[in-house]
């Protein structure tokens, strides 16, 4: 079966862009989390969504941050006006959403992003 | 609030040798714990994770786990390191909500 599928797997883009990192969860799964992996960090917290709504978006760290999940399934992250502190490895995970606080969390592989 | 410590960025052990791995939480009551494994260019894999219960934990790839609420403590621990098991190391809490707190990670390095 397939996994949690993100991309693009690289990009690299320019200062001042907006780029969109796109996330497909495995297929029935109602949870969806965005986190952000800096070098030599562990990860950070970004946004979760039960279904397509987003009971938590405290962990965007500004307003160039947004996400959104269309049809329960794919999310899209946007980073607009993107800074070099942006640069990062952005994960997403998807869980059965069970509402267990014990679920079991699948991640993709990730989308690095450099910005030049 | 819950939190998570990894004291420990790196750990280098010579394949064959056992291996623990250090993680230790901040929560008010009991929250579930989980490790997770990253190899190279990958996402995170859960190795084991405690609910309740027995506090002796068996995961996989050889791995378990032992949870002491005394200690506030979920350590990993394999007995014999194979060269594969390079890789990153996270240990995560939850407790009063869906959101894990994850640490920063262990890196372990296996020399041959």
């Known amino acids: 079966g397939a996994g949690v599928s993100q991309s693009p797997s690289n990009k690299v883009t320019e200062k001042g862009k907006d780029v969109e990192l796109r996330c497909d969860p495995i297929?029935?799964?109602?949870?969806l989390y965005w986190y952000r992996q800096s070098l030599g960090q562990g990860l950070e917290f970004l946004i979760y969504f039960q279904g397509n709504s987003a009971p938590d978006k405290s962990g965007l760290p500004s307003d160039r941050f947004s996400a959104e999940r269309t049809g329960g399934s794919v999310s899209t992250l946007t980073i607009q006006r993107t800074q070099q502190e942006d640069s990062a490895v952005y994960l997403c995970?998807?869980?059965?959403?069970?509402?267990?606080?014990?679920?079991?969390?699948?991640f993709g592989p990730g989308t690095r992003l450099l910005v030049l | 609030a819950q939190s998570v410590t990894q004291p420990d960025i790196h750990i280098t052990v010579s394949e064959g040798a056992s291996l623990e791995l250090r993680c230790n939480y901040s929560y008010g009551a009991t929250p579930y714990l989980f490790w997770y494994v990253q190899s190279p260019g990958q996402g995170l894999q859960l190795l084991l994770k405690?609910?309740?219960?027995?506090?002796l934990v068996q995961g996989i790839k050889g791995f378990e786990a032992e949870f002491k609420r005394s200690q506030s403590s979920f350590n990993l621990r394999k007995p014999s390191v194979h060269w594969s098991d390079a890789a990153e190391y996270f240990c995560?809490?939850?407790?009063?909500?869906?959101?894990?707190?994850f640490g920063r990670g262990t890196s372990l390095i296996v020399h041959p």
């Open positions: 297929s029935g799964h109602t949870a």
């Open positions: 405690y609910f309740s219960g027995d506090t």
């Open positions: 995560a809490v939850v407790g009063g909500s869906y959101i894990p707190t």
């Open positions: 995970a998807s869980s059965p959403g069970e509402r267990s606080e014990g679920e079991t969390q699948y």
